[in-house]
């Protein structure tokens, strides 16, 4: 029956019902599977998760039991997962994680929602009340067909959203007036952690960084963590000075304006840094840039910030997208992705990520950075942003921004408050003791009022104003003076128009225009935006459209029901820097996920703070070596990695300062432990650690992860499980069984988040008692151990507001669901390389021939019989509406393929059967019925444009873009054909077309 249509395997599937259906339904209790099961009381509620999360039902998954030889998901559990790490079924049920309705869920969200106070903050420190345009909103932020995207490796069918991280590059090198800029990373603080450590290596690796005492503190404190593992020497002070007489700086960070609202010249600082060969780093704010003197035009080497103010909710914390830009001297040291033009294969202008992309992967521990996920979605909003209000608008914004400050200074002026900081832009400090006794006075009025200042000090007062203020609040925010003041309430008619004069020095203010190109110039009605979006949207293959079975990403459903209230104003408003007690709703979801975690991995304590697996696996390296330190063996830095791991373990250890040192795989893909232990016992006076990923990369439960850590732990090193691959282990096994003393989570993975075009995404940390004391800490609220490491994020639970989607799915699913979505994400995996093993070879199966959640194939054969590549077959499947699976990773000829338990029978068989129908072209080609160098495959995909046009194949158009019937009905159409990478890294090009460019292509 496998090889049969998916539709007439169905009719058949249905005829025999009547015998199949009782058989099923007697095992469907037995299997536990969370497939549909008849209501226990007529009160029981019907909109139960587990039956929209998990794709197959109970008869589809009875059937693919069936192909595999099993009369029970037990039984083949039994054979998937090794006996010694399973855990009991009792350890996950739905007594340890209740599980909640949808409706249920919607309840109890609302509820914790009204827990958190909606004050509205004007507390700044780089984060403000944005204004989201509600076409972006709607048709960006709320849109799965822009959330669900996978990060665009697949340049052919992700045109839409490479235009708009082009938008974003270029909105940011024009409001910086730097040379080029990249296409976001994680937030402000772990960008300015980026921009130290190239000039640290840039300088050949002179010792010193300056610090600028304007820099806010969660910046210094993200600074401190990542200076450690460099071996940087941090000096905070006034940056005028850093260059006094000092040979041994590498370069200096500032702040533009600072955290005080000043805004200072550092054109002097800027020349005395390149004198001593040194950087000048700028974290900057892209609206103040609208009005100020860009730091391209003052001397900058490398300008950074948070694009948030640019339409991205505060979300207490994030996700927001970074910026980070540099001159072109520096553009082949850049961290994180960077989207360039390059040409497709008839010539047509393409885009495609460019240079370093997958710079740890080939780079590995001699990367600089450990950038992967960065925040694409959030990058693609804030470009959104300057697309719709173009650059008059972000000028009316700024200017309003800007004289509403100016008429605060004097309002308040008037109560006795002194603004200390002569010049601003948004932001005053107010020296408060000319009017009341002491700064809580202010504080007690503004909380009466609804409002967060910032908190300075007894004599010091913060406000920072932001584009949401209208004159309501505007009110609010002065009365708050006028009160504490003992004055007289202000009202409307009191309010004089703005000041004329400006407070941002006439030689930094902006001479220069910017946003000239035309994207920025025509979108700005919202019929002309919703349209734009929408064409944008159209050239993207996402979730929306078909599966994305990418291996080690984990691309499944991410729920309506759990996106739902990430945009509710109660959880989207909230100031990272809250105080405590308006923030309980948070503070619950927090907790309740932190627990949760700790139980799905078997571990005792976590932290939620890292902002994407990468950034896991450094907070949780970094806690490994204080926790070495702690026992006076801070001299322990040796890591052994596995040469299958992902590229971003050796570059986090390099990061954690830690020496990698290579570890064999098997020929069956496992750790050869003969290896691991020789370089263990080698090591063993400096072994530090070992990272290991599980199942293994090579998509196999490995019988030795026990056995692994035993060794490691008797040599004296701690192990660190790479926690990517969850997803095979959630209620079967756990990383603290396997034996590991921490992990990382993906959370845009195992646990829902969407990919969103490339980020954001949670790398929580969870780890045994004896780290918990390291856990990291944050300079504005007490969290983590009595013996933290510095911060690793701008935010004290990172990107907050995102929790909510991860805790909505196990919240939703409980602990049985959660056990299930396991089961039944190995049953996809194992039916489908059943269903693939007699056409491709499945590389690594264990010694009962199963694949743990995801297989991988080698297509190295198709190479030697007739130059057939991986690439090819990947680019082939575009032309079946499929994303690829991942490609040439963790083995150049291979590909690795995830279904995760969302996908549905229908929808596996439609891959499957375009695999084997590729695979048959191919045999045309080994055979010589096609030439090698002209065929369905190295041709692939297939536009419009290229049927449209002559044909000179030597197969039919039919064939090239309508292989299979059911294509006629459901086609997604790749609009460029295949890019070239080589000829776009050669001519970098990373901004949007000119006007001159632009007019160019419509010249006759
Ligand atoms: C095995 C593994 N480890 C680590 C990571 C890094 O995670 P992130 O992209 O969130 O930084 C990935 C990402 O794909 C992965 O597959």
Request: proline letters at 5%; a neutral charge; hydrophobic letters at 40%.
């Amino acid at each position: 029956m496998a090889s049969l249509s998916p539709a007439l395997r169905n009719r058949l599937v249905a005829a025999q019902s009547g015998t199949f259906a009782c058989a099923v339904h007697s095992l469907s209790r037995r299997r536990g599977l969370a497939t549909v099961r008849a209501p226990a009381t007529i009160f029981s509620a019907l909109d139960t998760f587990p039956d929209r999360h998990i794709g197959p039902n109970s008869r589809e998954a009875a059937y693919m039991l069936s192909e595999l030889g099993y009369g029970s998901i037990d039984a083949f559990i039994h054979d998937t997962v090794p006996q010694q790490v399973k855990i009991a079924a009792s350890e996950m049920t739905d007594d340890v994680i209740r599980p909640l309705s949808e409706l249920e869920f919607n309840r109890r969200a609302k509820a914790l929602g009204r827990d958190n106070k909606q004050f509205k903050s004007y507390i700044g420190m780089g984060y403000h009340n944005a204004v989201v345009p509600p076409v972006i909103l709607r048709n960006v932020m709320e849109n799965p067909a822009w959330y669900t995207q996978y990060t665009p490796y697949q340049a052919e069918i992700a045109q839409g959203r490479l235009e708009s991280l082009v938008n974003f590059q270029t909105m940011v090198m024009s409001m910086t007036a730097m040379d080029i800029a990249n296409a976001s990373l994680l937030d402000e603080a772990t960008a300015a952690a980026e921009g130290m450590v190239m000039a640290h290596i840039t300088s050949g690796r002179k010792k010193v960084f300056f610090i600028d005492d304007g820099v806010s503190p969660q910046t210094v404190a993200v600074l401190r963590t990542r200076a450690k593992g460099f071996g940087i020497e941090l000096r905070v002070g006034d940056a005028t000075s850093a260059f006094d007489n000092e040979a041994e700086t590498c370069g200096v960070l500032v702040q533009y304006p600072d955290v005080d609202g000043r805004i200072k010249d550092f054109t002097d600082l800027a020349s005395s840094a390149h004198r001593s060969d040194a950087l000048v780093v700028v974290a900057t704010d892209l609206l103040a840039l609208a009005m100020l003197k860009p730091p391209g035009e003052w001397g900058a080497d490398i300008v950074l910030g948070n694009s948030a103010r640019f339409g991205v909710p505060s979300g207490y914390g994030g996700p927001h997208a970074a910026f980070f830009a540099c001159t072109e001297k520096l553009k082949r040291k850049m961290p994180g992705r960077l989207i360039g033009r390059s040409r497709d294969a008839s010539g047509r202008p393409a885009y495609r990520l460019a240079l370093q992309t997958r710079e740890q992967h080939i780079r590995r521990e001699k990367a600089t950075s450990n950038i992967c996920t960065s925040q694409a979605l959030l990058a693609n909003m804030a470009a959104m942003y300057a697309v719709y209000h173009g650059p008059e608008g972000i000028k009316r914004i700024a200017n309003k921004v800007h004289g509403l400050t100016q008429l605060l200074k004097v309002i308040v002026g008037g109560y006795g408050f002194k603004t200390v900081n002569g010049t601003f832009f948004d932001t005053l400090t107010l020296d408060v003791t000319g009017a009341v006794k002491a700064a809580e006075a202010v504080h007690e009025a503004a909380a009466k009022a609804g409002v967060n200042f910032r908190h300075i000090d007894n004599e010091h007062v913060g406000v920072t104003i932001d584009e949401s203020v209208g004159p309501i609040d505007f009110l609010r925010i002065a009365n708050v003076f006028s009160s504490a003041a003992g004055s007289s309430i202000l009202t409307r008619e009191d309010l004089l128009p703005s000041p004329s004069a400006s407070s941002i020095p006439l030689s930094l203010s902006r001479a220069s225009a910017f946003l000239p190109h035309p994207v920025f110039n025509k979108h700005h009605s919202e019929t002309e935006m919703l349209r734009y979006i929408h064409h944008l949207e159209s050239k993207d293959l996402s979730l929306a459209h078909s599966m994305t079975p990418l291996g080690s990403c984990t691309m499944k459903l991410n729920s309506t029901s759990s996106m739902i209230p990430l945009t509710w104003p109660e959880f989207s408003n909230v100031h990272p820097f809250a105080p405590i007690d308006q923030v309980k709703g948070y503070l619950q979801v927090i907790k309740d996920l932190e627990g949760d975690l700790c139980k799905i991995t078997g571990y005792y304590a976590c932290s939620l703070q890292p902002n994407s697996g990468a950034a896991g696996e450094y907070a949780g390296l970094s806690v490994i070596r204080a926790y070495h330190e702690s026992r006076g063996q801070g001299y322990r830095d040796v890591c052994l990695i596995p040469v299958s791991a992902h590229g971003t373990n050796p570059a986090s250890a390099m990061m954690a300062g830690m020496k990698v040192v290579p570890v064999k795989n098997m020929q069956d893909g496992s750790v050869d432990l003969e290896d691991l232990a020789a370089k263990a016992e080698k090591h063993r006076n400096s072994l530090a650690a070992f990272m290991i990923t599980y199942p293994s990369t090579f998509g196999v439960f490995e019988e030795g992860v026990r056995d692994a850590c035993h060794i490691i732990h008797k040599n004296g090193g701690q192990v660190y499980l790479d926690g990517a691959n969850l997803n095979a282990q959630v209620g079967l096994t756990s990383p603290a069984v396997c034996g590991g003393d921490v992990c990382h989570l993906n959370l845009h993975k195992t646990f829902a988040i969407p990919h969103g075009g490339g980020g954001p995404g949670v790398g929580p940390i969870c780890v045994a008692e004896h780290l918990a004391p390291f856990l990291p800490s944050h300079p504005l609220l007490k969290v983590g151990g009595e013996k933290a490491i510095d911060a690793v994020a701008a935010a004290p639970f990172g990107s907050a507001s995102i929790l909510l989607i991860s805790w909505a799915y196990v919240k939703m699913l409980g602990g049985q669901g959660l056990t299930d979505s396991s089961k039944m994400a190995l049953l996809n995996a194992n039916y489908m390389a059943k269903r693939l093993s007699g056409y491709y070879s499945v590389r690594f199966k264990n010694k009962n021939g199963r694949v743990a959640h995801e297989l991988l194939i080698d297509f190295v054969e198709f190479d030697k019989a007739a130059g057939l590549k991986v690439v090819d077959f990947a680019k082939r499947l575009q032309d079946f509406g499929f994303h690829p699976p991942t490609v040439s990773w963790p083995i150049p000829t291979c590909m690795l393929i995830e279904p995760t338990e969302s996908e549905s029978l229908d929808e596996i068989d439609r891959f499957c059967e375009a695999m084997i129908k590729i695979r048959q072209e191919a045999e045309d080609v080994i055979t010589g019925k096609q030439p090698k160098n002209n065929n369905m495959l190295k041709n692939a995909p297939h536009t419009v444009s290229d049927i449209v046009g002559e044909w000179d194949r030597p197969y039919s158009r039919e064939d090239a873009v309508y292989p299979l019937s059911w294509l006629r009905e459901k086609k997604f159409w790749p609009t460029v054909s295949r890019v070239d990478d080589a000829y776009g890294d050669l001519n970098l090009v990373c901004d949007c077309p000119s006007v001159a460019e632009t007019a160019h292509n419509f010249e006759p």
